[in-house]
Structures are given as structure tokens and as C-alpha cells.
């Protein structure tokens, strides 16, 4: 029998099953014990410290006492000590990216993924290199600078190679203003020395989905192909930091097994990372599963409403209070504009799940991984932003100027990294105002940033910001960062 370790690198030992069931056990008991969940909220808010501030976070214990309680006055709590948390670590700024899918070659056989190998009916493509910069001057067109590749698994088609020259060819394209400065990357599993590979690549944060923590669901669930192995994929962040990546990305698909069950896993693999690294996860995802071509989300019975799913996103900002927060276009925008309320940190906007989709004029089905709820374009997702009283970020500094791992958290746990965030976050914005807005927009966006410039608290940093954005409507100079 394992023996629960957080500080240990074998998975059953990090992940722990005997622990996880403890732990629900222990929330149900106390769900409504009023007194401890007011202690666990008290704990879980933010306190002022000098300029900035701290906080706590929750154990995963804790964290699920949280997620099992149905008291109103409680959970409507959560969700105000949520927010309050998000605004204390990273202000009202939203960070956008979009996903760029290279192949959906693979050879896995995983039971929630149109891309499973025995999916004959599915078209299967990958990217030339052309065909690659095709889809990088289209996504520079919309106004993205952050994107996150992805990939199916597939030594043969997909191997670590063909991943680094799309790296390199996404790097080297500069389309009239446009530029990507953020590679995220979202591949299976691998080596340590692949990843010391994606690291001199100069990738921002390396993202790896658990789908679940349930050892035997999971294997259920991907009965063939590398992905069966549990231990090798939930051991896969130790093995990029290992290689040198410090900003690892986490995240469960919702739907596959028990919620609560998922949660605890999830939080405990967050406390993992933070004993033996010290640097927690970069950012945690909320996936929920999706239809897809030869997926019924229906064929799964573990769906979650969405009053549920946003009680899980409120229970991991309170729990995990530094890290990024993404929901992706998988969500309606209803949905959406709800959870923004209890944490999210980031979006996509104007997503296409298709191998190739940014360059067709229509949306295109035949490749695609998951079909997209919010299908908004870019600019109509950047105004509903301000619309909400939300920032627009298109910031990618702190990768750039090596805040990262634990430099980043020694600033974002101390809240200290709000004094670059925001007026980053303003700059990034004029820039998209400039070069991609719709006129409704730009005129929308510069009353936002003319507000938000007054709440500069630094009179020497308010002054460089204000001096920098009219640089940029003034002259094709991009690219200013604190």
C-alpha cells in the first residue's frame, strides 16, 4: 500500500488514493460545520502586507471541506473571497491566448478524444512548415501574441523535432506589427531531455492536462498507447522541471470521474510541485468534456452542472491563490463571464480546435478536437472584456524578462507583480487598439486605459506607461514592458 508523500516523486505516493478518500470522507462529515468553514474562509483570504499582500491558500483537505459544503451564505462567501483574491494577485487584467493545433496525428486510444487512434473516419493532418506560418500571420492578424501549441502523440509524425522547427518557424514570423512572443506547449508526456529540449526552445509555461487522478479510471480510459501508463504521465511535471521548465501548467477534464475526487487530486498535486520544487503550478485549467467527432459527452457520467463548476473554480483560486486561472472557448460565454467572477486569470479568444482552421474563412469540423461553445471573435471577446470591467492583456513581459518559477511567485505571492501586470497589461492593450481593433473597440479601449492609468499608484511608472502608449499611437514602435 502507498503511503501518502507529498514531498516523494512516485505518483501513488503524491496522488494518493487512501488520502483523496480520507479527504472526501472528512468533507462530507464536516460540510456543515459552520465554525470550521468559517475558520477555512478566514484563512483562505488575502491580508494587506505593506504594498502588496499574502496569502495562505488551503490545504487540500481544507480546500475540499469548502467544495462539499451546500450552505448558501457560505458558497456565495467563497465567491466573494474568490474574487477578492484574483484582484488582489492580478488585478482586473485577463490574459488572452489562442490554441494553434500542429497534428492530430496519434497513437493513443483515449475513449474522450476524436484523435484516438481507432478513429478512422476522422481527417488526419499536420502542418507543413508553410502551413504553419500561414496560421501564425492569420493569428497575428486577429491580435494574438501568446498562443499554445498542441499536438497528438505520434513518434512518427509528431516527433520532438518537428515540435522544436514549429517553435522556431512560430518565433521567426513578424507580420507587420505583429509578433508572438509566447510559446506555450501543450504535448504528451516525455523524456527529461526532450523537455531540457523545449526549454532552450524558449517555451513560456509547459501544460500537461491529468484528465483524471483516478488511477484506475485512467487507465480505463486510455486502454492503449503511451498515455496508458499513470505514473509516467503524472510524473511528467517533475520531469520538466527536471529539464529546466519552471512554469508548469495543470489541469483535470471534468466529466471523467467524480468532481470531488478530482478537486482533491488536483489540489494535491499543486502541494506536490510547492514541497518539492517550491514553485507551484504556473496554471491550472478547467476543461469540462466536450462533444467531438466520435465523442458523445453524454457516454460519460460524471457531468457537472455549471453552478457546480464554478464552485470548483472558486475552491481552486482559494486553495491555490498565485496560480493562473484559464477557461478556455470549450465554455459558453455565459459561462464564461461567470467564472471570471470567481478567479479565471485568462481566456481564449477567437479559437479554432482544428488542425489549419485559422486560415479558412469558415470554421472548420473535420479535424477539429472539441467543438467551441464561445465562438466570438477576438474583438468581440476584447470588448465583452471591458464590457465586464476587465482588462484585455496581451502581456507576455515576465517570460521575456526572466520572471519566472520562483522569481514569478516570489513577486505574485507577495503582490507585488501587480506593480508591472497592469500597466504591461495597458500598453499590450493599445497596442491591439492600434493595429487590430474595430473602431467601436478602439474608442471603447482608450476611455478603459485612461481610466485605468489614474490607478497607477507610482507616479514614475504612471508616467512611463502614459509616455509609452502614445508612442504607440504615434509610430509603429511596439513592445514596451516593465
Known amino acids: 500500500m502507498a503511503v501518502y508523500n507529498p514531498k516523494s516523486l512516485k505518483a501513488e505516493e503524491f496522488i494518493n488514493d487512501e488520502e483523496i478518500l480520507e479527504t472526501l470522507e472528512y468533507a462530507e462529515a464536516h460540510k456543515n460545520d459552520v465554525e470550521l468553514i468559517d475558520r477555512i474562509l478566514e484563512k483562505a483570504r488575502p491580508v494587506k502586507n505593506g504594498n502588496g499582500?499574502?496569502?495562505?491558500?488551503?490545504?487540500?483537505?481544507?480546500?475540499?471541506?469548502?467544495?462539499?459544503?451546500?450552505?448558501?451564505?457560505?458558497?456565495?462567501?467563497?465567491?466573494?473571497?474568490?474574487?477578492?483574491?484574483?484582484?488582489?494577485?492580478?488585478?482586473?487584467?485577463?490574459?488572452?491566448?489562442?490554441?494553434?493545433?500542429?497534428?492530430?496525428?496519434?497513437?493513443?486510444?483515449?475513449?474522450?478524444?476524436?484523435?484516438?487512434?481507432?478513429?478512422?473516419?476522422?481527417?488526419?493532418?499536420?502542418?507543413?512548415?508553410?502551413?504553419?506560418?500561414?496560421?501564425?500571420?492569420a493569428l497575428q492578424d486577429m491580435g494574438h501574441k501568446r498562443l499554445a501549441i498542441e499536438a497528438g502523440e505520434d513518434p512518427v509524425n509528431n516527433p520532438i523535432e518537428y515540435i522544436l522547427e514549429c517553435i522556431n518557424t512560430i518565433y521567426g514570423v513578424h507580420h507587420k506589427n505583429g509578433d508572438i512572443r509566447r510559446v506555450n506547449v501543450n504535448i504528451a508526456a516525455t523524456t527529461v531531455e526532450n523537455y531540457r529540449k523545449l526549454k532552450e526552445?524558449?517555451?513560456?509555461?509547459?501544460?500537461?492536462?491529468?484528465?483524471?487522478?483516478?488511477?484506475?479510471?485512467?487507465?480505463?480510459?486510455?486502454?492503449?498507447?503511451?498515455?496508458?501508463?499513470?505514473?509516467?504521465?503524472?510524473?511528467?511535471m517533475d520531469r520538466a522541471m527536471e529539464g529546466g521548465i519552471d512554469d508548469v501548467g495543470l489541469g483535470v477534464l471534468f466529466g471523467l470521474e467524480m468532481y470531488k475526487y478530482e478537486f482533491a487530486g488536483l489540489i494535491m498535486h499543486a502541494e506536490h510541485l510547492e514541497a518539492v520544487h517550491g514553485v507551484g503550478p504556473h496554471t491550472i485549467s478547467v476543461p469540462r468534456v466536450k462533444k467531438a467527432d466520435d465523442i458523445d459527452p453524454d457516454m460519460f457520467d460524471n457531468g457537472i452542472s455549471d453552478e457546480i463548476f464554478t464552485k470548483i473554480a472558486a475552491c481552486i483560486r482559494l486553495a491555490v491563490?498565485?496560480?493562473?486561472?484559464?477557461?478556455?472557448?470549450?465554455?459558453?460565454?455565459?459561462?464564461?463571464?461567470?467564472?471570471?467572477?470567481?478567479?479565471?486569470?485568462?481566456?481564449?479568444?477567437?479559437?479554432?480546435?482544428?488542425?489549419?482552421?485559422y486560415t479558412e474563412e469558415e470554421r472548420p469540423h473535420d479535424t477539429e478536437q472539441f467543438d467551441v461553445s464561445d465562438q466570438r471573435t477576438l474583438d468581440e471577446v476584447v470588448s465583452w472584456l471591458m464590457d465586464s470591467g476587465h482588462i484585455p492583456s496581451f502581456c507576455t513581459a515576465c517570460y521575456r524578462a526572466g520572471r519566472t518559477g520562483d522569481r514569478f511567485m516570489a513577486l505574485c505571492k507577495n503582490g507585488q507583480i501587480l506593480n508591472c501586470c497592469h500597466p504591461n497589461a495597458l500598453m499590450t492593450l493599445a497596442e491591439y487598439l492600434e493595429d487590430y481593433a474595430s473602431p467601436e473597440t478602439k474608442e471603447k479601449g482608450y476611455r478603459m486605459i485612461e481610466e485605468e492609468l489614474k490607478k497607477i499608484p507610482a507616479e514614475k511608472v504612471r508616467t512611463i506607461a502614459e509616455e509609452n502608449i502614445k508612442e504607440i499611437r504615434n509610430s509603429n514602435r511596439r513592445d514596451f514592458r516593465f
Not at 344 to 354: A, D, E, K, L, Y
Open 201 to 236: 526552445a524558449g517555451i513560456g509555461t509547459y501544460i500537461l492536462f491529468q484528465e483524471t487522478y483516478h488511477k484506475k479510471s485512467y487507465e480505463t480510459l486510455h486502454p492503449t498507447g503511451p498515455k496508458h501508463d499513470y505514473a509516467y504521465h503524472t510524473e511528467a
Open 321 to 357: 491563490p498565485y496560480t493562473g486561472m484559464i477557461i478556455s472557448t470549450r465554455e459558453t460565454a455565459s459561462v464564461r463571464e461567470k467564472l471570471l467572477r470567481v478567479g479565471i486569470s485568462q481566456v481564449s479568444g477567437g479559437s479554432r480546435t482544428s488542425v489549419g482552421g
Open 53 to 137: 499582500c499574502t496569502c495562505a491558500g488551503l490545504t487540500h483537505r481544507e480546500a475540499s471541506v469548502l467544495l462539499a459544503t451546500e450552505l448558501p451564505d457560505k458558497i456565495e462567501k467563497m465567491y466573494e473571497i474568490a474574487e477578492e483574491i484574483k484582484l488582489a494577485f492580478y488585478g482586473n487584467r485577463i490574459v488572452l491566448f489562442a490554441p494553434l493545433y500542429l497534428s492530430n496525428y496519434c497513437i493513443n486510444g483515449c475513449l474522450y478524444c476524436p484523435y484516438h487512434l481507432k478513429n478512422k473516419h476522422i481527417s488526419r493532418k499536420k502542418l507543413t512548415q508553410e502551413e504553419v506560418r500561414a496560421e501564425v500571420i
